[in-house]
Each structure stands twice: as structure tokens, then as C-alpha cells.
């Protein structure tokens, strides 16, 4: 009888390893593929985080663009020359900040979306635009464009 039990011994030792083997690679399996999906997530949240990086430096050249302007004394809203290039930006760094003018004649336009009213036409506006362009990603493949629209009161002489 003990020569039976010792050779189902050595067939279950065998299985069993076999059997190890089998769940050893399993768990490898599972393993790699939830660290490969982890780093492409990472991936993804890094560009996403660059990307809203570079819209809020975008959004703050607009911004400092059209402070600059009002307080800074430079005004280039009522310059006669555009596109106007803007050199004045110093919080963030984006690539290029550009002032246009969107009238079509040198003389100023009909102001929008204002309820002001003027019988003589003596007011009128300068339509800006203000345009920020902003590189991001790897090797700044990827671009954000900003705008604002500014409508400047003038008179109209």
C-alpha cells in the first residue's frame, strides 16, 4: 500500500506546478497590461494639463493685452496703423499677441450692441480685435488661438 501512495505523491506534485505555472503567467499577463494602460493614462493627463496651461497663458495675454492699454498709457486701440504686433506681454509667454482693426474705413463705425444714442453721429467706434497665439505640446506641435473683440467709443470728428 505504500508503494501507491508514494507514486499518486509524485503525480500531484507535478500537476500542482504545472497548475502554478499556469496562474503565475496569468497573473504576469494581467499585470502588464493594467501597468501598460496606467501609463498611457498618464500620458493623457499630461497633454490635457498643457493644454489648459496654454489656454489660461492665452487668456491671460488677452487680458494683460487690454490692461496694458487702458492703464499703461500706450493705448495702441486708437493707432491708425494695424495689424498692431504687441511687445508688452510679461506675465506668461506666448508666441505672438496681435492687435487688428476690423473697420473697413479709417473713420470709426457704428458701435455694437450699445443702446447709446448719438443725433449728430459724433460717437462712433474703433472694432479691435486682439489675437493671441500660443504654441503647447511636445515639441509645441500643437496650437491654442485666442481672441477678444474690443469695440473703443471715439469721437467722431
Known amino acids: 500500500m505504500e508503494l501507491i501512495h508514494k507514486y499518486g505523491a509524485r503525480q500531484q506534485q507535478g500537476v500542482v506546478l504545472v497548475v502554478a505555472l499556469v496562474f503565475l503567467i496569468s497573473l504576469t499577463a494581467v499585470a502588464s497590461a493594467l501597468m501598460l494602460n496606467s501609463t498611457t493614462d498618464i500620458k493623457m493627463a499630461g497633454a490635457s494639463q498643457e493644454k489648459v496651461e496654454a489656454v489660461q497663458e492665452a487668456v491671460s495675454a488677452l487680458d494683460e493685452t487690454i490692461a496694458d492699454q487702458i492703464v499703461g498709457g500706450t493705448n495702441l486701440f486708437a493707432g491708425i496703423e494695424f495689424p498692431q504686433p504687441v511687445d508688452t506681454v510679461e506675465s506668461v509667454s506666448v508666441d505672438e499677441v496681435i492687435i487688428t482693426n476690423d473697420n473697413t474705413t479709417s473713420k470709426p463705425v457704428g458701435c455694437p450692441h ?10 462712433g467706434c474703433n472694432v479691435l480685435t486682439i489675437t493671441v497665439n500660443n504654441s503647447y505640446g511636445r515639441k509645441n506641435t ?7 473683440g474690443i469695440a473703443q467709443q471715439v469721437l467722431d470728428l
Open 114 to 123: 450699445t443702446a447709446l444714442a448719438s443725433s449728430s453721429d459724433k460717437i
Open 142 to 148: 500643437s496650437n491654442i488661438n485666442a481672441q477678444a
